[in-house]
């Protein structure tokens, strides 16, 4: 009982912080979507000439034409047996042309998603997926991700405290070279995408109401614009808006693409008027290519002459969605339109031979595969100094205007420190009240380490998205990011502690001394620095908000246990020793004893009653130790914890599937001819072999015949031959 009553404090302190946890999921911070998520996704890629050099506007500033053109190409996903579970891809080959609109159609699941991060070179890499076929860029085969890329995901993530002018004109300072007018350039961006009324409204989170779903959207393709990059990808960029900020979102891509601008981008079920802004279609069902050329009547027309018309007044879109999807409404129906999608796939197959002899040629500038070695991949182009003066300001905005974040942490300040006063109040210098102080010193420095933590994991995942995209644009280095995070954030992160302090103090009559006060206070602010450098490192490494606001607590409640006030560092046992020296709640809890307990004096009622703090202090082991020992110690955890950040999001970069090496077309097609087989076939055995690898024998016949062509008439890259 009474070793309950001693602990009690304590535990109610950390119940509390676990109940403010679960209740209010975002209370400490606010922030859960303050880094507002709009669905869209837009991926834009950028070209490298053969010199290096940003291969992004002419001269004139015209957008440089790029045409994208792939073949076979093929997604597999195999399980642990390294057997095929799941094609993803199945042989889609297309091109996308400068100053077209090309849209990705079909069901969901069908690779769309899929398709577009391959022809980006962002497909998330993984070791259960092949990826194999041939990309080339005006002309030329690419084979890994590492070309110059801008890339935001199917999340697409601001900050949502800042205005859509003040969004576009950081990411212009950071990403635009120093001669160009950045005011200007924003303002005509602003324009361009008709963002111009919205462009001094915050981006707007749930909390706080900003821009609508389209702006947002429209918002995120200006960002990806900065660069100027002349491919444009985006993955549903309609889902989630309504019919008239879709139909805004696609007159915007429609008028990039007249621009100059190739333009991909996927769809679900468009209506009529949508469809008509496309140039060209492809429609995907199930991993295979179902149709691919120009959209409009001519797609109409060859599904009229494959025998399924169109009937008249009826969206095509929603035509072309019935023909391709299952119906799985009965056995009997599912039956029938799976064999129905099956033909409609092999004729298409065969015709699109005919049009791949087309592509042929393609590749065949010297078979060269673009290495990453000559594409280098993006540097920051300012200074740290600058990038740190930049990211600063974005920062302090975010941080300073989210009001109802704020408020709330500040009124979780004052509650619990009145909470914890009330219990505590007007403690004497009876023996009890040893008991009492520390637990009230071990509460408030639970209270704090867990306000931190918890604000610091509810956010960073997200932010950590974004900075992640904006690092792989090169946007800026780790360091002035880190470092302006702190910086920024550090006034109020220490602004609650300390109304935490201000309250408590007085109420409970700790040292009444005012600088024993600013010590107090001084303590818990570095902890909730610590706890917060904590929370950077668990957001870093945890997929998402749910996962690190798992996590963060779990460790923490090691650190709270190993906290110095419920097991005594001496009797534990030698394989845990190094977590006290290690917990963040012990070194601020061995602080602020220091602090309260040196000089004072206590009623002396027994003979073996405790008469000084001092004594005190012995008894938990703190006597031989400083004040200043103690804060260095939490001082080095907290940059223990900002190194580890540092360390992961320089390690977790994302990485992207490279394409399997494979021989080049015009290989291809003389072999295809060698063995009777057609390009596919051939191609798909190739993939197939070196996919399971067990079929090694049946490579070794191919790829002979392979090797028995010319080698002058076939330029086979080294991957190619090295694959034979
Ligand atoms: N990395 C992956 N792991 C498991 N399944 C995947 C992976 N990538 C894609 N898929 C599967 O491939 C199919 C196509 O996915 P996706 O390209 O996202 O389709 P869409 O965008 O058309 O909805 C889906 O069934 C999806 O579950
Ligand atoms: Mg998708």
């Avoid at 053109?69 to 996308?96: F, P, T, Y």
């Avoid at 769309?112 to 962002?122: D, M």
């Avoid at 046992?573 to 004072?600: D, H, T, Y």
């Avoid at 540092?646 to 003389?670: C, G, H, I």
């Amino acid at each position: 009982m009474d070793q309950l009553v001693r602990h009690a404090p304590a535990v109610l302190a950390a119940g509390l912080a676990v109940v403010t946890l679960r209740a209010f999921p975002f209370s400490w911070t606010g922030d859960d979507d303050s880094l507002q998520t709009a669905p869209s996704k837009a991926i834009i890629t950028e070209l490298e000439d053969e010199t290096g050099d940003l291969e992004v506007e002419n001269e004139d500033g015209s957008v440089k034409p790029v045409h994208v053109q792939w073949r076979h190409i093929s997604c597999v996903l195999m399980d642990k047996s390294e057997n095929v579970k799941k094609q993803v891809l199945k042989g889609i080959s297309g091109e996308a042309k400068p100053g077209r609109l090309l849209a990705i159609m079909g069901p969901s699941g069908s690779g769309k998603t899929s398709l577009i991060n391959v022809l980006a070179g962002q497909l998330p890499a993984s070791n259960r997926m092949r990826l194999t076929g041939h990309l080339f860029i005006n002309g030329l085969p690419v084979r890994n991700a590492k070309r110059t890329v801008a890339y935001v995901r199917q999340e697409d993530l601001f900050f949502s405290q800042l205005t859509v002018r003040e969004t576009l004109a950081l990411a212009a300072e950071l990403q635009l070279p120093k001669n160009v007018d950045k005011e200007k350039y924003v303002d005509d961006l602003l324009k361009r995408l008709g963002l111009a009324g919205c462009a001094d409204t915050i981006v707007g989170d749930k909390k706080v109401r900003g821009i609508s779903g389209g702006e947002k959207k429209r918002l995120s393709i200006a960002c990806e614009l900065i660069a100027s990059p002349s491919i444009i990808f985006a993955d549903e960029p309609t889902t989630g808006l309504d019919a008239f900020q879709a139909e805004q979102v696609m007159e915007t891509l429609r008028q990039l693409a007249l621009d100059g601008h190739t333009v991909i981008c996927s769809i679900h079920q468009p209506r009529g008027s949508i469809y008509a802004k496309f140039d060209d279609l492809i429609l995907l069902s199930n991993g295979s290519l179902v149709y691919m050329g120009p959209a409009g009547e001519k797609a109409l027309k060859y599904f009229e002459h494959i025998g399924y018309k169109c009937p008249e007044h009826e969206n095509p879109a929603e035509f072309f969605a019935d023909l391709i999807s299952i119906d799985y409404s009965s056995p009997e129906r599912e039956e029938i339109t799976h064999k129905k999608l099956e033909q409609v796939v092999k004729i298409f197959k065969s015709q699109m031979a005919e049009a791949l002899n087309g592509l042929e040629g393609i590749g065949d500038t010297g078979g060269v595969i673009v290495k990453s070695s000559s594409l280098k991949p993006n540097r920051p182009r300012i200074g740290w100094w600058k990038q740190f003066r930049i990211l600063l300001r974005r920062a302090w905005l975010q941080a300073t205007r989210d009001g109802p974040t704020n408020k709330v942490r500040g009124m979780m300040s004052v509650s619990s420190a009145l909470i914890f006063g009330s219990i505590f109040w007007r403690m004497g210098l009876l023996q009890t009240s040893i008991q009492d102080r520390l637990g009230l010193l071990q509460v408030a420095a639970v209270n704090t380490a867990m306000a931190a933590l918890t604000k610091t994991v509810n956010v960073f995942p997200k932010e950590r998205t974004i900075i992640q995209q904006e690092r792989t644009k090169g946007s800026y280095d780790l360091v002035p990011y880190l470092l302006s995070k702190l910086v920024a954030e550090a006034p109020i992160s220490a602004a609650f502690p300390l109304a935490f302090g201000c309250l408590v103090y007085p109420m409970t009559r700790l040292h009444p001394s005012l600088s024993r006060f600013l010590r107090f206070s001084g303590i818990i602010t570095v902890e909730s620095f610590a706890a917060s450098a904590m929370g950077l490192t668990v957001g870093s490494i945890a997929p998402s908000v749910e996962a690190a606001s798992a996590l963060g607590p779990s460790i923490m409640t090691v650190f709270i246990v190993f906290g110095g006030y419920y097991v005594n560092e001496q009797n534990t046992p030698i394989i845990f020793r190094w977590l006290p020296k290690v917990s963040m709640i012990r070194w601020a809890f061995q602080a602020l004893c220091i602090n309260e307990f040196r000089g004072l004096k206590f009623i002396k009622e027994k003979s073996f009653d405790v008469k000084t703090g001092e004594e005190a202090l012995d008894r938990l082991s703190f006597g031989n130790t400083t004040l200043r020992e103690a804060i260095v110690q939490e001082g080095r955890i907290a940059l223990f914890w900002y190194y580890l950040t540092y360390f992961f999001l320089k390690r977790n970069k994302p990485k992207y599937q490279e394409f399997e090496a494979l021989p080049q077309p015009s290989a291809l097609a003389q072999c295809s001819r060698a063995t009777g087989m057609s390009e596919e076939e051939f191609t798909d055995g190739i993939a197939k072999a070196i996919n399971s690898r067990a079929e090694e024998d049946e490579v070794r016949e191919r790829t002979s015949t392979l090797a028995s062509v010319k080698e002058d008439e076939v330029e086979l890259s080294d991957e190619g031959k090295n694959a034979l």
